[in-house]
């Protein structure tokens, strides 16, 4: 991303931010979804642990029961996405080989919610790590969507394993601190352990340093302090987003709620206590279902990025 691109991103994100604070679930557990998210204050959305007796049934949504083991069609196939109750999306075009996105191995670091491409893509990112589902495997599996994980370590620590699974497919996993906290209310020494010390838990676990980092819920994500933190800590990037799923539609920063290029979308992963009676896989395939009707295809947002030299 050039710098002109970068700093317009950045102002936006910033302008952005205290609605999203308010309305974005980025909790381990107690986040309100979606629809209510646009209707309620977050403060007063008593939402955790009610699983809501109206939940509504839009969709099916996947039959995991009707899938025999050992009857797995082709990944990415027509098959796999009807198993699902998918129309798949369009293919991914190959990755730029001029990535948009150029990080520096020293300085400063950019903070960006999208990536500047003409491609009709979109960029999917998974926080937190609360719910692990088998079938979200096996979903992605079945599909060869790529995400993106922004992992908080007390709540993934429990399973590490679970993630590996989901790396194994070619998925990257990336700091989203140790315990959620919101960087803004805490001084830089806390700031900098929550990310240094997620840093190198991630790192241990899962092989590779992570190359980006996200504030929960976006909080201080331009402030020097984090900025300075992630610098520290080895992160070379900011990652903010544009659209935010909830339980059956994402939550659009753009007044006319459409996708656009290059967009860098959020979703958690959740369960039934979150998402009123939702599975993460249905959630999942509403997403989809909705980058579908837009047309986009989601590609891997690694591949836009040129991780700076070693
Ligand atoms: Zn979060």
């Known amino acids: 991303m050039n710098r002109q691109a970068r700093s317009r991103t950045t102002v936006y994100a910033a302008g952005a931010l205290a609605l999203l604070a308010a309305v974005t679930g980025c909790t381990s557990g107690g986040d309100s979804g979606a629809a209510s998210a646009a209707l309620v204050p977050a403060s007063g959305s008593p939402t955790s642990g009610s699983p809501a007796t109206a939940a509504p049934s839009r969709s099916a949504g996947p039959s995991p029961t009707a899938s025999p083991t050992g009857g797995a069609p ?6 796999a996405w009807a198993k699902w109750h998918l129309t798949p999306l369009p293919p991914a075009p190959p990755a730029p080989a001029d990535k948009p996105v150029k990080l520096a191995r020293t300085g400063p670091v950019p903070v960006f919610s999208e990536v500047k491409t003409s491609d009709k893509v979109v960029f999917v990112t998974i926080d937190d790590g609360a719910e692990k589902d088998p079938k979200f495997v096996e979903m992605l599996t079945d599909l060869k969507v790529p995400v993106s ?22 998925n990257h996993i990336h700091n989203h601190t140790v315990d959620h906290a919101q960087m803004s209310k805490v001084p830089p020494e806390k700031q900098k352990s929550e990310i240094c010390d997620a840093q190198a838990a991630l790192t241990q676990q899962y092989g590779a340093p992570p190359l980006l980092f996200r504030p929960p819920y976006g909080d201080g994500a331009n402030t020097p302090a984090l900025n300075t933190a992630v610098q520290q800590c080895g992160p070379r990037a900011v990652v903010l987003w544009r659209e935010s799923m909830q339980i059956h539609d994402m939550q659009y920063q753009a007044a006319d709620k459409k ?52």
């Open 74 to 79: 082709a990944a990415g196939d027509a098959a």
């Open 149 to 170: 994980m922004f992992l908080t370590r007390d709540i993934v620590k429990d399973d590490y394993g679970y993630f590996k699974r989901l790396q194994a497919l070619g």
């Open 259 to 310: 996708l656009r290029a290059g967009d860098i979308v959020l979703a958690h992963f959740r369960g039934p206590k979150d998402l009123k009676g939702e599975t993460m896989t249905q959630m999942f395939g509403e997403l989809l279902a909705r980058i579908q009707e837009q047309g986009f295809a989601v590609a891997r947002l690694e591949d836009y990025i040129e991780a700076p030299a070693a």
